[in-house]
C-alpha cells in the first residue's frame, strides 16, 4: 500500500496497517517528523474511551461557554459543559503513530500524478520518481486534486484568527476553557449582521493564553483582517491588551465538502475523505476511532491475490464509508446549511438549546459516536425543545441576512 501525505491521517492509517502486517509506504513533502503547524484539541472522554489519555499536553476541567448576548449579569453567565477538554501534546501524538508505524518506508517527495490500473497504480512525484502499489490511500488534506467528489456548490470554512500570547491581564478566567463565546456586545449593528463568530480560548499556564476569533462556518471563509479586528474589539471591551504575540494563527478548513465520489479506484483517508465532521470541524477522534475498521477491512482484502486496485479501493470505501456514516454525514451536512443561515441571535438561541441537551447527546452529536437512530432522536428532540422562531429556520431555514460588505 502506498500513503499520500504526512499529516494525522497519513500517519494514522499507515500505523494501523503497518500493525496488520501490511506493507506500507508512504510519500510526503516534509520529513514525517517534523513539526506539525496545527495543534489539535479533543474532548477527553473520547481519549479515555481509546486509552490514550496520555497523549494529552493540556487539559481543563472548568469548560464553558457563552451563548447569551453580553452586557448585564444574565447575558454573561457561562453554560458550564461538565466534562473535561484537552490539548494535544502534538509531538506525542505524532510518536504515537510513528512507534506503530515503525518500518514504513518514507519517501521525502510529494505525488503530482496517479494512473489507476486494473491490478496497480502508479504514483509519479514531483522528483520524477514513479511508485508502484496495489492501492494507493490519498491521505495529503482537504485540498487533495486526486479525488473526485461532486459538486455542490460553495463548500464553507471554518475561518479563524488566534494568538497565543501574554496579557496586560486575563483574557478569560484563569484556569478555565471557553469552547465558544457568542457573546456580541462589543460590535456594532452593523457588524452584528454578518456572519457571527464566537472566542475559543484557554488557559495555557505560566501566563500564556490562547485566544482565538472563529467562524463556524462560512462561505466563502469569513477574511482573517475581519476575525483580527473582532478579537481586537472583544479584548478592547474587556481592558485586555496582548504584551506579547508567541505564535499566530491562522485557521481555514473546509466544514461541508462532499463526500468523495466511492466508486473511484484511488482511497482516502481524513481531510481527503470528507472525515471533518460538518458540524463541528473536529477530526482527530474520528481518525483514531474509524482506521483500525478501514486497516481491518483492507488487511483482509490484501489477503486476496487476486484484488488489484479498483477492488482494493471499493473495499476500501465500504469500511470507510458505510451507509449509516454516509447518512449521518448527510444529517450533519443539512444541520449546518440550516446554522449558517441563522443570525447571531438564532445562533445563540440554538446553541443554549442544543447544550441544554442530556450531555451523552450533545457529546455523542458533536463526536458523531450516537448510532443513527439515536442521532435522529436527538435531532427530533432538539427541534422539540426549541422555540418557535427557531423551529422555522430549522425547517424552511432562516430569512437571508444582510450580505456582509466584506464578503467580495
Ligand atoms: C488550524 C487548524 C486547526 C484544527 N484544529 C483541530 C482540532 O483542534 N481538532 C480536530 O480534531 N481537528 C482540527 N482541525 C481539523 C483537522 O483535524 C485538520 O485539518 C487535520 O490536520 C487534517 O489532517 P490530514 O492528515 O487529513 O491533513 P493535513 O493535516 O492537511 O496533512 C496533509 C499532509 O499531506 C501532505 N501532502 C499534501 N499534498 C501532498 C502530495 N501531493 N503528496 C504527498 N503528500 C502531500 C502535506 O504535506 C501534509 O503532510 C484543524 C484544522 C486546522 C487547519
Not at 483574557?171 to 456594532?188: A, E, K, Q, T
Request: glycine share 10%; charged share 20%.
Amino acid at each position: 500500500m502506498l500513503v499520500l501525505g504526512g499529516g494525522p491521517a497519513a500517519l494514522c492509517i499507515a500505523s494501523e496497517l503497518h500493525q496488520r502486517g501490511v506493507v506500507v509506504e508512504g510519500i510526503a513533502p516534509d520529513p514525517v517528523d517534523a513539526a506539525w503547524p496545527n495543534t489539535y484539541g479533543i474532548w477527553v472522554d473520547e481519549l479515555k474511551a481509546l486509552d490514550l489519555e496520555h497523549l494529552i499536553e493540556h487539559r481543563w476541567s472548568d469548560t464553558v461557554s457563552y451563548f447569551g448576548a453580553g452586557g448585564s449579569e444574565a447575558a454573561d453567565q457561562p453554560l458550564v459543559h461538565g466534562i473535561d477538554y484537552g490539548l494535544f501534546d502534538r509531538a506525542a501524538l505524532q510518536n504515537h503513530w510513528l512507534q506503530r508505524a515503525l518500518g514504513v518506508v518514507w519517501h521525502q517527495d510529494t505525488a503530482d500524478h496517479l494512473e489507476v490500473g486494473a491490478d496497480h497504480t502508479l504514483v509519479t512525484c514531483a522528483s520524477g520518481e514513479v511508485r508502484k502499489a496495489r492501492a494507493v490511500i490519498d491521505a495529503s488534506g482537504a485540498g487533495s486534486s486526486h479525488i473526485r467528489r461532486p459538486d455542490q456548490g460553495p463548500v464553507a470554512g471554518q475561518a479563524a484568527y488566534g494568538v497565543v500570547g501574554r496579557f496586560s491581564e486575563a483574557p478569560i478566567s484563569s484556569g478555565r476553557f471557553v469552547l465558544m463565546d457568542y457573546r456580541c456586545n462589543h460590535l456594532s449593528e452593523m457588524q452584528r449582521l454578518e456572519p457571527p463568530t464566537f472566542l475559543y480560548a484557554m488557559d495555557l499556564g505560566d501566563g500564556v493564553f490562547f485566544v482565538e476569533e472563529t467562524s463556524l462556518a462560512w462561505a466563502p471563509g469569513v477574511p482573517y483582517d475581519v476575525l483580527k479586528q473582532r478579537l481586537q474589539q472583544r479584548l478592547d471591551q474587556r481592558g485586555v491588551q496582548i504584551t506579547e504575540v508567541i505564535h499566530e494563527e491562522f485557521c481555514l478548513f473546509p466544514m461541508n465538502l462532499p463526500l468523495p465520489d466511492r466508486s473511484q479506484p484511488v482511497l482516502a483517508f481524513g481531510g481527503a475523505a470528507s472525515m471533518v465532521h460538518p458540524a463541528s470541524g473536529y477530526m482527530v477522534g474520528a481518525l483514531l476511532r474509524r482506521g483500525s475498521r478501514l486497516a481491518d477491512a483492507l488487511a483482509a482484502a490484501l489477503a486476496d491475490p487476486s484484488l488489484g486496485s479498483v477492488d482494493l479501493a471499493r473495499r476500501g470505501w465500504q469500511a470507510l464509508w458505510p451507509m449509516e456514516l454516509v447518512l449521518r454525514h448527510q444529517l450533519y451536512q443539512f444541520g449546518l446549511g440550516r446554522l449558517m443561515g441563522f443570525n447571531e441571535q438564532l445562533l445563540r438561541r440554538h446553541f443554549a438549546t442544543f447544550f441544554s441537551l442530556p450531555r451523552e447527546d450533545w457529546f455523542g452529536f458533536l463526536t458523531n459516536t450516537l448510532p443513527l437512530p439515536r442521532l435522529m432522536a436527538v435531532m427530533l428532540r432538539l427541534f422539540a425543545l426549541s422555540p418557535w422562531e427557531l423551529r422555522r429556520g430549522l425547517v424552511l431555514g432562516a430569512e437571508k441576512r444582510q450580505e456582509p460588505g466584506f464578503r467580495r
